[in-house]
């Protein structure tokens, strides 16, 4: 299978390496408008095609699939001419800019039978696996919260706000592990310093009491990547800056008791053991592009497919929506 | 000066024990209705009376002075019916359980010419004192932002939600910290147990873009206490569960450039020393007990006074409001 | 059961006050030379009698037991007094200055049938109780190595070094959770201030190459309470500071094997879970006094009597000599 | 300037890439005895010439300099030749397997005015530069202790034991930071699967009452990169697997004050704020590669040349004598 990739800035040349580990595998052009990024492309991959435009690649005969790494606001423009060119299309998070762009790719890439899977890349290393394994064997019982903190110092983007560049790791997550639609959205934020929101906070409503938040900010000092997940019969935290024990689950909850003849309800802590469960090292990218061209040789739908990139952009939308209206409750 | 003490439950133990510390000052008498705390109370301190009921003590011609340490809707009888007997009043966070008592105990008291403190202990403590210091020196410079979290399993009150237990230690500090009055109040939440809600979080709109998050949760397997507070220099982060090194100051931060001519903002990342300063071992609560008396020797107004709880009780009510509409913006 | 305690400096109000709390048991009389610590002892137990010679204490017909709790060097003379005069004797750790005493006392209770425990506090928290399950269910195999390290800001001792000062606490969980005796002894370590060693070193010899090092410093400038322990199956870290989770097991191990015909060995590594069990909230030292106090009235000799102690003491003295002799190999 | 690199395992890689990455320098041909090596070798670098057998690369015209990055035993051989051939030597740490040879390389050296470079690379990172400037700058004041550990699970050599395969990142660290020579070394240790010790500890002894210790150790399930730095004035603790803060510099100290009359001395503790001094991002194996080819086009001998190498062999010889008895006390 040959790929064509556009954009070769700072995620760029981890698909290019990764694609270009496949077996039968191969990336046969490289596009990006930018001359440093193309010079650092050719000395890198001095037997790849380097072009500044990717009109070439899009139509080139050759290609069968299209890796598109640029900014947010290209991807519905390149992908559909991509799709229309017959090409399945790789696409970065978020998936578009909005939803109405996400569906008109959705609906090309099923009229012309093609793949598009949106690089959510987080769901194919081994943490969110697991964590994916725990909920589904019920180990944590019915769910209660989601709790995701990610901060850091930069890096700031021009073109979208700290909402767009980092939550799209949280939701794509969330998603895929909660496994339900967001009933509302409550976004809060300010900008301090280009007019983008550097600070925001996101609060999900979830149908039986399932509630999420997401807390991202640019201007932190410390590095932050913490999760937690609340259940009925255990709770864990996730913290990815971990080198090992990334997760721990604690054998920890509360019970409810209510005596007959008794109006108060007796609450009682339990308190056992933790457990942080091994983890194999793997590179999540290697997996999902893997996983990639299989889903098209075979033609299999992939799970991170557009319509879960979209489910990801219909939450940014609305919370971009109840952000700018300073936090109301915005419906799905 | 003699101090009377209502409620001996978790906390009063510890108003008992540093009242009875401080000299010139003793406790004589101890009210609880509850049988099981009077035992306690008379077995750890056998000099002083003890009674079920709190009407003695507040009438008594001996006492000079009040703690009202019982749950928070009791407040406002007890501490009315203290001022109208002449004594001083120290009470429990949060102060009451709506602005209209608090407002009715300050007016009572200033006329009665007698001082309430509420209880927000964290002000006393070496850490808030020395980051209240470091935002007046302007080693912060510009206030970005305020972002607090407080969460731990249990535990659960059955007579308020996890905003009106935890986020008073929040909200008091914040405003002892941020010296302005925020503007608006979004909070969202679910309860899963008993029908409070157990797990709460809440954006509070400052004037000049400061904006504060407070992240509070009853059902956390994990104790956290961290405040990271962002500033236009420099960027500190509060972790009140470390032994030493509580308060560390970040020199990094973000400068915004413009070039004439370019359009695109510039932004450049500083990244300097850390630096954690020393802090005293003081016993925040006997500090707040010893100004108290001082205060009441002196007839000066204590800074926690009545106006701070009620401060405080006002963006409680403003975040109820928030909260049972699901997270919509409510003006203070 | 009455006690007389000896000594009211930094710990003796422990033993006090854990004394007072046990059932059926009462402290008679407090002994201590410094006024300061009489005064404090007087005003926090109005109802015992304080005095400041312990020769009356020792010779009363109404005390069953006593609390040596004073300095190392006093331990011989105030147990065989205690003992001579018919009392059950709890000494502070280390039990003697040197072997000589520990064997006269221990001889001497044997013929009066009186009972000596020496305070090996550490061996009644649930963190050594819980590894020592873990040591006898087999769940680590065959024992490796045990590595501790205890090092702090002072306190400095005048007459002891840091080896008697700190290691009594490794060597006593050493002694109580290894189960056998060492062969030989190598201490190393150097004064810097006042003539006594500040910063040691001291590796065991145990029989079936099972070894053990302890770290003992009184001049680092952080707190380190950690015990690495390597066995065939499973390896664990107990960091005694940690709040929660003071104890992790790690499934992880290597494993040599070799083939037939294949001169070099092969090493494999295999990595698993980690699990960090619960430990019940127990103050170790009211566990101990509880246990002493029944062992007297059942007439069992404790687990941490005068020979647990020697055992203790004899390693001390085998690793002075050896400090002495800048670390040569000494056996015991 | 033209290299030649004998070994491609582990680190080998590491020493191409970093060479080839240099200005005016290249890679011209790689050797290595294993047949999986050199494909690997191959696929990475195609365009450098690949070899079984390093003696074409030794005898070579075209080559100035050769990397020995192959095992301990072969270092002298290969060396020795290199240096015979009129080649520059940089020889992958510890030096040699013994005093002699290292002796034997630098004469020869000397004689063919020829630079040897020993990969200390430690020395060229940010950490250990800033330790550096902080001791040479008095900050830390007198020196007191080093003490270091550096633990984890394997990886298991076969030809040397533990303390040849990691000790000398230590012994070279301490060596640079001390700048003075132990006088006497002693090391214990013990060794449970295939005849090398895989746990082991070494006091060295300085002069002015310095005194430093490394516990090294193959069979820890955890991995530690700590080391603990006393002086007069402050103390520091290098934390090397930390992301940020690897350095911290605290302002605690024991001073020791007599009174006039006053027998006892008399230690206070003083307590002051904490330290982490930013550290620039470097390779340090680029940083120490450029400085190598920057020696040899000045003609400079390098800091970190066969002498250190010496020096560490020494040290290391000396271990291995005191550790084959025990942890007898053995002279340098």
Redesign the interface.
């Given at each position: 299978m040959n790929f064509g990739v556009i954009g070769y800035g700072y995620w760029g040349p981890n698909i290019v390496r990764n694609l270009a580990s496949l077996e039968d595998t191969q990336v046969l052009e490289i596009a990006d408008v930018s001359p440093s990024a193309r010079k650092r492309a050719h000395k890198a991959w001095p037997g790849i095609k380097i072009a500044a435009n990717a009109a070439d690649l899009i139509s080139s005969t050759e290609i069968d699939a299209v890796a598109v790494v640029s900014p947010v606001w290209t991807h519905f423009d390149l992908a559909k001419a991509a799709l229309e060119n017959g090409k399945h299309v790789f696409v970065e998070k978020p998936f578009t800019s909005n939803a109405a762009q996400g569906e008109e790719l959705i609906n090309l890439a099923d009229k012309k039978n093609l793949k598009i899977m949106v690089d959510h890349t987080f769901l194919f290393g081994s943490a969110v696996r697991k964590i994916s394994d725990l909920l589904s064997e019920g180990t944590l019982g019915r769910l209660?919260?989601y709790?995701s903190?990610r901060?850091n110092?930069?890096l700031?983007q021009?073109d979208v706000n700290v909402l767009w560049d980092l939550a799209p790791h949280d939701l794509s997550i969330m998603d895929y592990l909660i496994k339900a639609t967001p009933e509302?959205v409550?976004a809060?934020?300010?900008?301090?310093?280009?007019g983008c929101e550097?600070?925001a906070?996101m609060?999900l409503?979830f149908p039986e009491?399932?509630?999420a938040?997401i807390?991202v900010?640019?201007?932190?000092?410390?590095?932050v990547r913490t999760t937690?997940i609340?259940g009925e019969k255990?709770?864990?935290?996730w913290n990815d800056?971990e080198?090992?024990?990334k997760i721990?689950v604690?054998?920890?909850g509360?019970k409810?008791s209510s005596h007959e003849g008794v109006y108060?309800?007796l609450?009682n802590?339990r308190?056992?053991?933790?457990?942080?469960?091994?983890l194999d090292q793997v590179e999540a990218l290697h997996q999902e592009l893997s996983y990639f061209v299989d889903c098209i040789s075979k033609g299999h739908q992939p799970f991170n497919n557009g319509c879960a990139g979209l489910r990801v952009v219909k939450m940014l939308e609305a919370a971009s929506e109840s952000l700018s209206?300073?936090?109301?409750?915005v419906y799905l």
């Open positions: 209660y919260y709790d903190t901060v110092l930069g700031f021009h509302a409550v809060t934020g300010q900008n301090h310093l280009n550097d600070v906070f609060t409503y009491k399932v509630i938040h807390n900010n640019w201007l932190s000092p410390v590095k937690l609340g255990r709770m864990l935290v800056l080198a090992d024990e721990k604690y054998d920890k509360v409810i108060e309800l609450v802590y308190s056992g053991d933790m457990w942080a469960p091994h209206k300073k936090g109301s409750l």
